[in-house]
């Protein structure tokens, strides 16, 4: 979990974070959550007046309808804006209030020519370090994406400023329930004429026209394997464009456009799949640099709202050489478990020069810089940023879910929010430990592709020989949750050792031997739980040479 409290207490200790953090605000909007939509006539009168003053407090647009959030205006000349907002906050019809905000992408073109597609796989050319990548190539063995297990058509989001919708290597979502341009909202999900996507701004699906967004969406899923341009993580996974303005746009637009992701994969939760879209993940290739989570407590709180319905964001800290535990950054700062945070690497396994870092609130790197990916106009180009290095994550959420089997779907689809953290966790667990990212973010590592869809193969008992330097490893427990009365763990040991669970307050539940016959062995322990209650519980590998793994479950 991040601090945002020890956030809080740098800010004040950090002029040029405070003077940065007001910079970013946008005079006179302000960000309101309201307890119900039938209490805006109610807060807007009674917000009228402040100290004998007129406010102009007053309903600008609506932001979030099925979380009630509104942007409202107010006359910051008149008024002292912190007081006032002070007051806004005590109204009992008002959950959270706080200021919009300026936002800004993370991302600075480059055309130096390194290897087009080192980033999948690296063979040492053009001064990289050969294995300095994804391992993409071993993990298109395994999956290639598009579909789950059960037919459900696997979406990612990106939600940034423009995108080439004609461009001929790209997989766009459309929303084929939707009318175009009868002014109607055919499919009930509360937007109108959405068949592109969504503009936050213009609340229409006429998205601007730009390369960021494309190239975002390039690494994400450029078509595999069709003779053409590039691949991208996925050979055919659906992209999702949503706009959020213009480069430089506003906190309320990012948090109607997350509220756009939330709507529609709620939606396909509740029709089992007849409506809505099957989105799995978020990427945020913006935000606020130096800014303080405290103060974004609408933009923050969306990663949960997203999370509880089945969707992992991943978000692009700042393109600068600094500490974001110390100095603040959002949205990578924000405290959610449903929010991945993501620095940029070279080929070399290195930090880029220019991206934060954080032991803390970065959860791991990617590769991002002088990565190959398409852009306007059908066209490819050299990027480089934390907003090249994020999609490889977004995206390696959606395959890992199209390798998933029948009994990982099952679960997932009964308890999305959960079985959304199990695919972080697993995420983050394989990356590939590398000295640059060692005590400077949460992993310790850089993302590793295969290894992530493989950590999800094994799941159901698939794929799990060990390799030379896991001989002694708890591979995987499944299911989990448990919809029976047991569990399978897969375990291998290269000495005599033994398994224990144990709750969370060290009672031994059971101990299983494993003999010298089975040394070396993978090994899958099926275990019936009748009498455990529901809760978390530690299983832990325990050898005779004193070496132990423990790991965490929840029944």
């Given at each position: 979990m991040k601090n945002i409290f020890s956030l809080f207490i740098l800010l004040f200790v950090c002029n040029s974070v405070l003077f940065a953090q007001t910079a970013t605000i946008l005079k006179g909007n302000m960000l309101v959550m309201l307890q119900e939509e039938k209490d805006i006539p109610s807060i807007t009168r009674e917000l009228s007046y402040f100290n004998g003053l007129k406010t102009g407090f007053q309903l600008q647009r609506v932001v979030s309808k099925s979380m009630h959030i509104y942007l409202f205006t107010f006359d910051f000349l008149t008024i002292n804006k912190d007081a006032f907002l002070s007051i806004v906050r005590q109204n009992p019809l008002i959950k959270i209030a706080q200021f919009d905000h300026t936002i800004q992408p993370r991302a600075t073109p480059n055309d130096t020519e390194f290897n087009y597609l080192w980033n999948m796989q690296n063979t040492g050319s053009n001064n990289g370090i050969a294995g300095a990548d994804i391992d993409a190539l071993k993990a298109w063995d395994i999956a290639t994406g598009g579909l789950t297990v059960d037919g459900d058509t696997i979406v990612v989001a990106v939600i940034d400023y423009g995108f080439y919708l004609a461009h001929t290597d790209?997989?766009?979502?459309?929303?084929?329930?939707?009318?175009?341009?009868?002014?109607?909202?055919?499919?009930?999900?509360?937007?109108?004429?959405?068949?592109?996507?969504?503009?936050?701004?213009?609340?229409?699906?006429?998205?601007?026209?730009?390369?960021?967004?494309t190239h975002v969406c390039g690494i994400i899923g450029a078509r595999g394997n069709n003779g053409v341009g590039i691949s991208g993580v996925n050979w055919n996974v659906k992209i999702m464009p949503i706009s959020y303005g213009s480069g430089f746009g506003l906190e309320s637009n990012a948090i109607a456009a997350y509220s756009y992701v939330k709507d529609q994969r709620q939606l396909y939760n509740k029709s089992n799949g007849t409506k809505g879209a099957f989105i799995v993940s978020t990427n945020s290739s913006f935000g606020i640099d130096t800014a303080n989570a405290i103060y974004h407590p609408l933009w923050c709180a969306m990663y949960d709202s997203l999370g509880k319905v089945g969707v992992l964001s991943a978000a692009a800290t700042k393109n600068l050489d600094v500490n974001v535990d110390n100095v603040g950054d959002v949205p990578t700062s924000c405290a959610s478990n449903w929010l991945i945070s993501v620095t940029n690497t070279n080929n070399q396994d290195e930090k880029f020069a220019n991206a934060g870092y954080g032991k803390k609130s970065i959860d791991l790197a990617a590769p991002g810089t002088s990565i190959f990916s398409t852009v306007s106009g059908n066209g490819y180009n050299?990027?480089?940023?934390?907003?090249?290095?994020?999609?490889?994550?977004?995206?390696?959420?959606?395959?890992?879910?199209?390798?998933?089997?029948?009994?990982f779907m099952k679960a997932y689809k009964a308890d999305p929010a959960m079985m959304s953290l199990v695919i972080k966790d697993s995420l983050l667990k394989a990356v590939d430990v590398i000295p640059s990212m060692q005590g400077i973010t949460v992993s310790g590592g850089r993302l590793n592709l295969y290894k992530s869809v493989r950590s999800i193969k094994n799941y159901c008992g698939e794929n799990t020989l060990p390799t030379s330097d896991n001989f002694f490893d708890i591979i995987t427990v499944y299911p989990v949750p448990t919809f029976g009365n047991g569990i399978t763990i897969d375990y291998t040991s290269d000495v005599e050792a033994e398994l224990d669970i144990t709750s969370v307050l060290g009672q031994e539940i059971l101990k299983i031997p494993c003999t010298s016959s089975t040394i070396g062995i993978i090994q899958h322990a099926q275990i019936e739980l009748p009498a455990i209650s529901k809760g978390v519980y530690f299983i832990q590998l325990r050898a005779s040479n004193k070496k132990t793994k423990t790991i965490k479950i929840i029944l």
């Open positions: 790209l997989n766009y979502w459309k929303n084929y329930q939707e009318i175009p341009l009868n002014g109607i909202d055919d499919d009930g999900n509360g937007y109108i004429d959405d068949v592109n996507g969504w503009n936050a701004l213009t609340n229409t699906d006429s998205l601007p026209i730009e390369n960021h967004g050299f990027f480089s940023g934390t907003s090249m290095a994020t999609p490889h994550v977004s995206g390696t959420v959606a395959l890992m879910l199209s390798a998933a089997c029948s009994n």
